[in-house]
């Protein structure tokens, strides 16, 4: 079965970008919508935006200034990009299968990002 | 202040039942827009519960059961047992915010 895999920094300082990759095992990026979703310390989930294979993507129109996704059809991998990071940032950051205007089904493990100086 | 709105937490003895309510507005549930549920288990990863309203994922026991009315949705766990306890969430789309809105999670305690 798909399974989805984050990678990336665990920590990173204010004002820089963060960069996250998702790396798509047991099946094609082709064909799906990649969303990526984040969990801040006790707070809920929050939906960040979602990207497609053939490049469109939408966001979170609370983010929509500060981050970018795409996806890398023959890695089979979706990335994000989050830039000019605040504390406020700081998160579980999940990526999953299925886009804005369905069910989101698997998720990676998650990735914790701390953002600190 | 999510978007959907979930009560904060709900209680219930093992063996009883409880009722997760999700409520929205007209520019998500009340749009037809579909609702989907996920558990999420201490310590580990969301699990998708329902998705489009009312069905179940295959594994997924059928103590767990939704609905969805106008501008509400209700998750339903029958027979509560303490591997339950988590935190629920609810999930749509918002055509106002073209984007998909989370509630702001319920945390059930056995």
């Known amino acids: 079965q798909v399974q989805l895999q984050e990678s990336g920094p665990g920590q990173v300082k204010p004002s820089e970008t963060l960069s996250l990759t998702c790396t798509v095992s047991?099946?094609?990026?082709?064909?799906?919508?990649w969303s990526w979703i984040r969990q801040a310390p006790g707070e809920g989930l929050e939906w960040i935006g979602t990207t497609h294979y053939t490049g469109s993507a939408n966001y979170n129109v609370s983010l929509k200034s500060r981050v970018t996704m795409s996806v890398d059809t023959p890695s089979n991998q979706f990335s994000l990009k989050v830039t000019s990071l605040t504390t406020a940032d700081t998160a579980v950051y999940y990526c999953?299968?299925?886009?804005?205007?369905?069910?989101?089904?698997?998720w990676g493990q998650g990735t914790l990002v701390t953002v600190s100086s | 202040q999510s978007v959907l709105t979930q009560p904060p937490s709900v209680s219930g003895a093992p063996g009883q039942g409880v009722t997760i309510s999700c409520t929205g507005s007209?520019?998500?549930?009340?749009?037809?827009?579909?609702v989907h549920w996920y558990q999420h288990l201490p310590g580990s990863v969301p699990k998708l519960l329902i998705f489009n309203n009312i069905n179940r994922p295959s594994g997924v026991p059928d103590r767990f059961s939704a609905s969805k009315s106008g501008t509400s949705a209700s998750l339903v766990i029958t027979g509560l047992q303490p591997e339950d306890e988590a935190d629920y969430y609810c999930?749509?789309?918002?055509?106002?915010?073209?984007?998909?809105?989370f509630g702001g999670g319920t945390k059930l305690t056995v």
């Open positions: 999953v299968r299925g886009g804005q205007r369905s069910w989101f089904d698997p």
């Open positions: 999930q749509s789309y918002d055509t106002g915010l073209s984007g998909s809105v």
């Open positions: 047991g099946g094609s990026i082709g064909s799906y919508y």
């Open positions: 007209r520019s998500n549930l009340g749009a037809n827009s579909d």
